[in-house]
Structures are given as C-alpha cells and as structure tokens.
C-alpha cells in the first residue's frame, strides 16, 4: 500500500540545518506532495533545488502553514517560540531544531532510536534534540538497555558548523590570520559556548545534561559534560567514560554496538582505526571506536563517538521524526 503523500513547510530553509533538511528528504525519498520553504523576508526569492526542480524561498506569515502536514523549523528560538504555536494551531505537525520547546515536560524530546514511543497518538509540536546530545544517546541508550549505566562523564570536540553558517564563515574569514592573538578567534584555537550557569557551566553543556536524562528517561543519571568548539568545518566528536551496572567487556559493548543499525562499530586499534569527523561527513549513521576499559574503578569503560552533526545531528534527525508519521 502506497504511502500518503505530506505536505512539507520548512521554517529557516537558507540556513544549513534547512537545507540539509531538504537534501535528507530528496535523499530518504520522503513521500512530499508539495514543499513550502519559509525564512524571513531577507531571503525571499531565493532559488534552492529539489529533486529536479528549483523551489521559491517565501516569507513566512501565518498562512504559509495553511494545508501543511509536517513543518520542519530550524530558524532559532526566537522564531520557534513564535511561529511553532501558530503552526501547531492550523494542525500541523512541527518538528522544532532550536531549544525552545526541549525541555518543556509537555513536549516530547525524541531520537527515534531511542524514545518513539513518547509520540505515539501525539501531534503537536516534537522537539528535536541538542547534536550533541542525538549521537550520543543512540549509543548510551544501547549500552543501557543491556548493561544498565552508572555514571556517565563526556568532553565534546565540536565542529563550528553548530554555530550555523556565520560560524563556517568566521572559520574561514580567519584562515589566513597568521598570528592567533584573539582569544575569541577559532582558526588555530579552541572556544567554549557561553557560560551561563553560576556553577560556570555553558548553554551546551546544560542542554546535554538535562536532554539526556529526558531521552534516556533516567531523570536522576549522573552524567557532567565539559563543551568545546573546533576548528574544523564538520563533524561532532565525544570522549565519553561511562561505568556501568553489570559486568561486561569491551568485545561485549563492541557486539552490541555493531548490531545496532544506526551504529558503525570502527575499533581496530593495533591498525589504528578509529572514526573521526571526516568518516562522518554526509553520513546517517553514529560512528563508535576506541572503545577501551578505564581501569580506574569497576565497569568503567571509555567510548569515541562521531557523528555528522548537520545530519544525524539536526536535519536527518528531525526527518527521522517525520517518517514516524507515514500511513
């Protein structure tokens, strides 16, 4: 049985979640019937290409969701906390990128792997997850389910594609700065997000905390996070050092992690191979390696975990979702 086709509205489709999104859903072959790409009135008239065609960027208002089945936003909080309600109201599954609605406790917080089941019957609008958080919880929840966690302590190494496009722009506009004097410059440095917490966490590092502990359903899990951005263009990377409840091994967590279809196992050290940003470059899939027993206490073991974070980070992510909606 064929599958109805959706109308589709992207909110914030010039920036690059959007436009990733619109490349996972030619990709994925999502069933569209028609396609509305929605942004500010600075970007109307842009030409974006789908399949064989080139689609309109029209200013968003509230009509623009009238006769919408599934609207994907990626146009920040600001315009979630506006646009998403109005959207919500003309019956429209949204399907929200920014932080807006995360931790609200009426609006489920999914990676499809994970959690699905907090949407079954449910319309509205669905958060989608911090990156960092989505290919992190695709591995933790599969450790979890068959070892139980105890503890969890994970340090990022975050491609500046996060910041959105002025980020990559910044990055490049600083590439041929030989001297690294400002230490507000990325070429050749390191940043964190804003601290915001009197405890002297950032944004970032909150959001993995609180939105694990959501997914995961664990409320009370230990887990600290320490957030830093990098350099490079793409790809999300995480040490992460987890105990766990039961005994296991590293050729157990290996197994379970590599029958996982979202999940490429890449662990041969003596051969030194290990997934690094560049595997994950327009992929799908959560890359593990280095998977190694910290012998430091009891059940504890060290994970690298890389993910595309445009991709399984945000737009695939939030696709994903979608698919969950198909008749």
Excluded at 77 to 98: L, R
Excluded at 111 to 118: F, I, K, L, R
Excluded at 200 to 223: A, D, H, Q, S, W
Aim: a neutral charge; hydrophobic letters at 40%.
């Amino acid at each position: 049985m064929a599958m109805r086709e959706k109308n589709i509205a992207i909110l914030g489709a010039t920036g690059l979640v959007g436009r990733t999104m619109l490349k996972v859903l030619e990709e994925r072959n999502f069933p569209v019937k028609n396609i509305r790409l929605l942004a500010t009135a600075k970007s109307v008239g842009l030409k974006i290409p789908f399949k064989n065609f080139d689609l309109i960027v029209e200013e968003v208002s509230e009509s623009s969701f009238d006769g919408i089945d599934i609207a994907l936003f990626s146009a920040g909080k600001t315009a979630s906390k506006h646009w998403a309600p109005i959207a919500a109201k003309k019956g429209c599954i949204v399907i929200d990128n920014s932080s807006a609605w995360r931790m609200e406790r009426e609006i489920p917080l999914v990676v499809p792997e994970v959690n699905a089941h907090t949407i079954k019957n449910y319309r509205g609008i669905i958060a989608n997850p911090n990156c960092s958080t989505i290919q992190m919880v695709v591995v933790l929840n599969e450790i979890h389910k068959h070892f139980g966690l105890r503890r969890v302590i994970v340090s990022t190494y975050q491609s500046i594609s996060g910041a959105g496009q002025k980020g990559v722009n910044k990055l490049l506009s600083e590439i041929d700065i030989k001297e690294n004097k400002d230490p507000g410059q990325i070429a050749y440095n390191t940043m964190f997000h804003q601290i915001i917490d009197e405890n002297g966490f950032t944004e970032e590092e909150l959001k993995m905390i609180n939105e694990t502990r959501k997914i995961m359903e664990i409320p009370e899990l230990p887990i600290t996070v320490t957030c830093v951005r990098l350099p490079i263009l793409g790809g999300h990377a995480e040490s992460i050092n987890i105990q766990t409840e039961k005994a296991t091994s590293v050729e157990e967590i290996r197994e379970v992690l590599g029958r996982h279809k979202s999940i490429v196992v890449l662990d041969e050290p003596m051969k030194q191979i290990y997934p690094t940003p560049a595997h994950s470059r327009d992929r799908d899939e959560v890359f593990v390696g280095r998977i190694r027993e910290d012998k430091a206490f009891e059940n504890g073991f060290y994970l690298w975990v890389v993910s595309d974070n445009l991709r399984k980070g945000a737009a695939t992510n939030a696709v994903q979702i979608a698919e969950l909606y198909l008749d």
